[in-house]
């Protein structure tokens, strides 16, 4: 029978599960975090137990994410700066630079043979993370899921502060000055890549680049990121799930 | 002459039982006759007090509880290190402190220096000028005329003479000291080592707050026996393939044993300190022939802290440290806004490269609200090593 091995990344906005067969992705899940990351990954075991019909019998899980701590279920935690370059390396062989903008952090890998060469993450601080992001769209009376429609003329005005809080302030009189919805919206994800692009010029970028993270599938985030790196970047329909991967391959 | 503070301070009160303690503990030394001088830095010539018969102590508060305090005068964006001292020094919460009779400073870093201005409204204090070269003559002579001026600042405070021989006999005491404290630390050596670093840490840290020269050195001989006879019986706290981290950066203890935690939780083990707290103040031994003044200043001087441009002499002991405890990565510890380490910290970085030695760079403060962010980065450093 096929080895199964089950990784389980839960973030600060999402938890995401993934299942492996015979090291090929079998099963995936994501819910949201909430108020209780122990209960919700074990929801995610559970939906991708069920997905294959099966008991947890047997099967080795590991956790990653700033939830792992809590999850008393698995047979491993590892952080998720080393799960997410074991994933990128799976979704994209030879990968050498992973982005990751995730809920509470963004972090910049630099991996080579799907091994942690050096890392930044950013501080204490929402800066170019997707909580940013949220407070954002929120601000501008849009749902997360309909931002990236605000980026697809690829209009942009300016945003002159980097911080969450002050950035809120500052969309709020873009907005009073008449500035349309779409344009903000372009300078939000200017001054997300600006960030992350601050941490990546402290180890260095190189190709091929994978995004990760739950903004990786945001097609506006991605073209500003290539016009600011001057490299492809790539997306993989799993990009999210890096991190879960990377855990599930190391269970 | 200073007259010597004796009485408590009015809201000892207030303060909790271990406070208390702690207070009384120094009231003992006070009523006895001995005066207190307290020191913020590596690079005060502890010699002199020892000579003079005083009792020193290290004042780099190590908790955020008066930082609060210290913010109404000093600005939020410093480091915590100087703004606890200081917060200390205005609530009267720390016995050394309050019941210093002379307060010694360095003209170190930026932010310290502006603040000794302001403590100078409340204490008695004495600034060195310390040159930032270690290896002109003129810094040289400079640094030993300020030595010798704060020998006579002592002598008149207290009613003493300092004479050659009593710097001598202090020379000789404090070099034995360091010789153990590096006996000591030398042991994590040994692979694995005998202790892990929260423990050295301790050691080291609590060393400073040994005041009685003969109990503090024999105190230090049964812990180095203890250590050696457990190690020799079998006891081993650390395993073997544990990743051996060498700490470096600013002066560590107190809520910083944070990152001596998070990185010994995550599987690796410190062996070695490069900071104040450590090897930078123990690894030499102070020449103990010829002119005393001029030997302590010498001496001194040399310390290899990022605030000295340039600063080769923290380069060597760290690369010497690296090899001799046969280091695996190098985790930096900067206190926030700490700029002359958090510059030098990309110097750190090419220097260790080039070594092909890892290295993390860990900003922190004295809060413990970012255990999980260093725990996280810590983590994965020794994951990947």
Redesign the interface.
């Known amino acids: 029978m096929e080895q199964i091995t089950i990784g389980i990344d839960c973030g600060s906005a999402a938890c995401k599960g993934i299942l492996l067969k015979g090291g090929r992705i079998a099963a995936s899940c994501v819910k949201p975090t909430g108020w209780n990351p122990k209960e919700t990954a074990r929801t995610v075991l559970e939906d991708l137990l069920q997905q294959e019909n099966r008991t947890d019998e047997g099967i080795r899980v590991a956790a990653t994410g ?1 939830g792992r701590v809590g999850i008393d279920f698995a047979h491993k935690k ?5 799960c997410h370059a074991a994933g990128a390396d799976y979704l994209l062989p030879e990968v050498r630079t992973i982005i990751d903008i995730g809920g509470q ?1 963004s972090k910049v890998i630099s991996v080579e043979n799907g ?5 930044q ?1 950013n ?2 601080c929402a800066a170019g993370t997707g909580r940013f992001l949220e407070m954002s769209a929120h601000r501008m009376g849009v749902d997360l899921s309909d931002f990236p429609k605000l980026l697809e003329e690829g209009k942009c005005c300016s945003l002159s502060s980097m911080c969450a809080v002050f950035a809120d302030s500052e969309i709020v009189s873009l907005l009073a000055a008449g500035k349309s919805r779409e344009e903000i919206a372009g300078g939000i994800i200017q001054s997300v890549v600006t960030r992350v692009m601050a941490l990546a010029g402290r180890i260095g970028i190189e190709s091929p680049i994978l995004l990760t993270g739950g903004l990786a599938q945001f097609e506006g985030l991605r073209n500003v990121l290539e016009q600011q790196t001057g490299c492809p970047v790539n997306v993989s329909h799993y990009s999210r799930y890096a991190g879960a991967i990377g855990a599930a391959l190391k269970a | 002459m200073i007259e010597m503070k004796r009485e408590l301070p009015q809201v000892f009160e207030s303060f909790a039982e271990a406070r208390k303690n702690g207070f009384l503990a120094v009231k003992k030394i006070k009523d006895s006759g001995k005066g207190v001088v307290g020191q913020f830095c590596t690079y005060t010539p502890l010699e002199i007090f020892m000579a003079a018969g005083l009792v020193s102590v290290s004042l780099c508060s190590t908790s955020d509880e008066t930082i609060p305090d210290a913010e109404k005068e000093l600005p939020g964006n410093l480091c915590p290190l100087i703004k606890s001292s200081y917060g200390f020094a205005v609530t009267d919460k720390c016995p050394y402190m309050y019941f210093a009779d002379l307060v010694v400073g360095e003209t170190t870093c930026d932010g310290k220096v502006k603040m000794y201005e302001l403590l100078a409204k409340k204490k008695n204090l004495h600034v060195l000028q310390l040159p930032r070269n270690q290896f002109t003559p003129e810094s040289k002579a400079l640094w030993r005329s300020e030595v010798l001026r704060l020998k006579e600042r002592v002598e008149k405070d207290f009613g003493v003479t300092i004479t050659d021989e009593m710097l001598r006999d202090a020379i000789q005491k404090r070099n034995e000291e360091r010789r153990l404290l590096k006996e000591l630390y030398e042991l994590s050596t040994l692979c694995p080592p005998p202790i892990t670093g929260l423990r050295q840490l301790q050691i080291l840290f609590g060393s400073q707050f040994k005041f009685d020269w003969r109990e503090k050195t024999e105190e230090i001989q049964n812990a180095i026996h203890n250590i050696k006879a457990a190690y020799e019986a079998g006891e081993r706290p650390v395993s073997e393939g544990a990743p051996r981290i060498l700490i470096t950066g600013c002066p560590m203890g107190g809520v910083t044993e944070k990152v001596v935690k998070v990185i010994e939780e995550a599987g690796a083990v410190v062996v070695a300190y490069e900071n104040c707290t450590g090897a930078k103040q123990m690894d030499r031994q102070c020449p103990e022939e010829g002119d005393p003044i001029t030997n302590i200043a010498d001496h001194y001087l040399q310390i290899g802290c990022s605030i000295m441009t340039p600063n080769p002499n923290r380069f060597e002991l760290l690369g010497r440290l690296c090899e001799q405890f046969k280091v695996d990565g190098v985790v930096e510890m900067t206190l926030q806004a700490c700029h002359t380490y958090a510059v030098e910290s990309s110097t750190v970085k090419t220097f260790l490269k080039e070594r092909n030695i890892p290295y993390l760079q860990l900003e922190t403060d004295y809060s413990t609200a970012d255990i999980g962010q260093l725990s996280t980065r810590a983590g994965a450093f020794v994951e990947m090593l």
Do not use: A, P, R
């Open positions: 700033y590892i952080t998720e700066i080393t952090d091994k942690v060469v050096s890392f993450m501080d204490k």
